[in-house]
Nanobody
């Protein structure tokens, strides 16, 4: 079992930056690939970014590529999503997720409860 808790969301003006964190429980965090997803009101959940177990491989959605960086610290059982040049369309609840094996847009085994990001224009 892996429990995930997101933090770092909030209200930010367009063009601003935020860093989201996702803290994982358990001693096997380094075995999991991690992903960030988001869901805006009235829309389906969409993939944002993923990172493999060691942090050496990352993958981004086109919508955030060049504006976001996913990273992880296995010693701290934490994965991060640094977002910059934020746009109002980035407004959503952001979720982190964990899975065994590398399949960035595949099914994930564990999910956090999400953190709200609101970007004002």
């Amino acid at each position: 079992q892996v429990q995930l808790v997101e933090s770092g969301g909030g209200l930010v003006q367009a063009g601003g930056s935020l860093r989201l964190s996702c803290a994982a429980s358990g001693r096997t965090f380094s075995r999991y690939a991690m992903g960030w997803f988001r869901q805006a009101p009235g829309k389906e959940r969409e993939f944002v970014a993923a990172i493999n177990w060691g942090g050496g491989t990352t993958y981004y959605a086109d919508s955030v590529k060049g504006r976001s960086t996913i990273s992880r610290d296995n010693a701290k059982n934490t994965v991060y999503l640094q977002m910059s040049s934020l746009k109002p369309e980035d407004t959503a609840v952001y979720y982190c997720a964990a899975r065994v094996g590398w399949s960035p847009k595949g099914e994930y085994d564990y999910w956090g409860r999400g953190t709200q990001v609101t970007v004002s224009s």
